[in-house]
């Protein structure tokens, strides 16, 4: 299996020797580094190469925003997950506007930082459910869709994403959903509130137009497991 390379950025060495022994226990993921300030996150950046670096963004030396963005011009293949103490969306958009692709805040399940990082590894955006409002979700839509060019539902969706939309367009409740695909209903509203997140599909009329327009009613595989699975 194919692991997921990770540099931790924090000014705490309890946090930083934390995050690597809960990340180094995933199956799918390897802490190659850590940091505890923007100079040195550079330089190790710049040496290790990482897949995805977990950075919070009030650290030494330098403006974490104005990190993220040295980053990621100088390593442009390492996508950036924000974890912090700042539950605001101004501290969001500045993050994600700098090059950040995942904003997720300290207080949050343990289970939300690996959706980010896998999230993030596969290419989509990931941000904390409490932070989502109709400001950042524009900007994560345009943010989306310049990443990905075409905005193929393929791309923009997860296999287990495609599969919630096709089932809410055709009219299932989360309920049945969830029967269907074998996960509680609070798993299909987080399913639910990414696909909002990332295609800005509010309401069921828009969704159901939707997978009409991108063929996903008429070309979905439906596949088992869910899109937090680790990277084969």
Not at 5 to 28: C, E, G, H, K, Y
Not at 55 to 64: A, D, H, L, V
Not at 98 to 104: H, I, K, L, T
Request: aromatic share 6%; with cysteine.
């Amino acid at each position: 299996m194919q692991k997921i390379r990770i540099l931790i950025v924090d000014n705490q060495t309890i946090v930083r020797v934390s995050l690597r022994m809960f990340l180094d226990a995933q199956p799918d993921m390897e802490v190659v580094g850590e940091a505890k300030d923007s100079r040195t996150a550079l330089a190790k950046a710049r040496e290790m190469q990482p897949d995805v670096t977990v950075m919070e963004i009030c650290i030494p030396r330098t403006n974490g925003v104005k990190a993220i963005e040295q980053l990621r011009k100088e390593c442009p293949q390492t996508r950036v997950v924000v974890l912090t103490l700042y539950e605001d969306q101004a501290h969001a958009r500045s993050a994600l506007a700098a090059g950040g692709s995942a904003y997720v805040v300290k207080r949050a399940a343990a289970s939300d930082l690996l959706s980010a990082i896998r999230a993030v590894y596969r290419g989509h955006f990931f941000v904390d459910r409490t932070l989502a409002g109709p400001v950042l979700e524009r900007f994560l839509e345009k943010a989306t869709r310049r990443s990905v060019g075409s905005g193929s539902p393929r791309n923009l969706l997860s296999p287990r994403e495609c599969e919630v939309i096709v089932l809410l367009a055709q009219g299932y409740t989360h309920r049945q959903v969830g029967e269907k695909i074998h996960v509680g209903v609070k798993t299909v509203e987080t399913y639910r509130w990414r696909i909002a997140q990332k295609l800005a599909l509010h309401s069921r009329a828009e969704l159901v137009r939707y997978a009409h327009e991108s063929g996903l009613l008429t070309s979905i595989r439906f596949l088992s497991g869910n899109d937090d699975r680790p990277v084969n």
